[in-house]
């Protein structure tokens, strides 16, 4: 019994969770965050009170890192800007049938629209210096289907392209060394 219980509590040991042992960020300054001014350079003003709303929610479950309000003193910045969102097409499906349309173009209508958008970012160390840590980019996307109400599928397609962009920012910033 003895010979089977040693390497089975080093096998425990050394398989566990690498959060749990030690702190998970590369970088100790990034433990507390501060969302800063988001510059929304877009057509869609609703996506920067989503992108806050989803970067918060994403900051406040990562292991390691936590998010303030205020005017904390003592936390980074991070400030954001959104460049203009890129709709393009698809995917198409045939709608009408040969009889129904005056030439072949008019076969085929788009069912399904994709939007992108890139968000830079800067960390700014805390006030009063205000130096620039890092700085970087970032790409998300969401797909909107094509429905008779089209300000219903956008703003679903808003809400996942900020959480998506929210759920980058993050990755992207707890890997900062």
């Given at each position: 019994?003895?010979?089977?219980?040693?390497?089975?509590?080093?096998?425990?040991?050394?398989?566990?969770?690498?959060?749990?042992?030690?702190?998970?960020?590369?970088?100790?300054?990034?433990?507390?965050?501060?969302?800063?001014?988001?510059?929304?350079?877009?057509?869609?003003?609703?996506?920067?009170?989503?992108?806050?709303?989803?970067?918060?929610?994403?900051?406040?479950?990562e292991p390691?890192?936590?998010?303030?309000?205020?005017?904390?003193?003592?936390?980074?910045?991070?400030?954001?800007?959104?460049?203009?969102?890129?709709n393009r097409?698809?995917?198409?499906?045939?709608?009408?049938?040969?009889?129904?349309?005056?030439?072949?173009?008019?076969?085929?209508?788009?069912?399904?629209?994709?939007?992108?958008?890139?968000?830079?970012?800067?960390?700014?160390?805390?006030?009063?210096?205000?130096?620039?840590?890092?700085?970087?980019?970032?790409?998300?996307?969401?797909?909107?289907?094509?429905?008779?109400?089209?300000?219903?599928?956008?703003?679903?397609?808003?809400?996942?392209?900020?959480?998506?962009l929210a759920?980058?920012?993050?990755?992207?910033?707890?890997?900062?060394?």
């Open positions: 019994m003895s010979k089977i219980c040693f390497p089975l509590l080093a096998l425990l040991f050394f398989c566990s969770c690498a959060y749990h042992c030690g702190a998970p960020l590369a970088d100790q300054r990034l433990q507390t965050l501060r969302i800063g001014d988001i510059d929304n350079l877009s057509s869609e003003s609703s996506l920067t009170p989503l992108l806050k709303n989803a970067l918060a929610e994403r900051i406040a479950k390691g890192m936590r998010l303030v309000s205020g005017d904390n003193d003592q936390a980074c910045v991070l400030q954001m800007r959104i460049s203009d969102l890129d097409s698809l995917a198409r499906a045939k709608l009408r049938e040969k009889d129904e349309r005056d030439y072949e173009g008019d076969a085929y209508q788009t069912v399904l629209y994709r939007i992108q958008t890139r968000v830079e970012y800067g960390i700014y160390t805390p006030e009063p210096e205000q130096k620039l840590l890092y700085f970087g980019a970032v790409n998300g996307q969401a797909d909107l289907p094509k429905m008779h109400d089209r300000e219903v599928a956008l703003q679903s397609a808003m809400r996942q392209l900020a959480i998506d759920n980058a920012l993050t990755l992207e910033i707890s890997e900062k060394k």
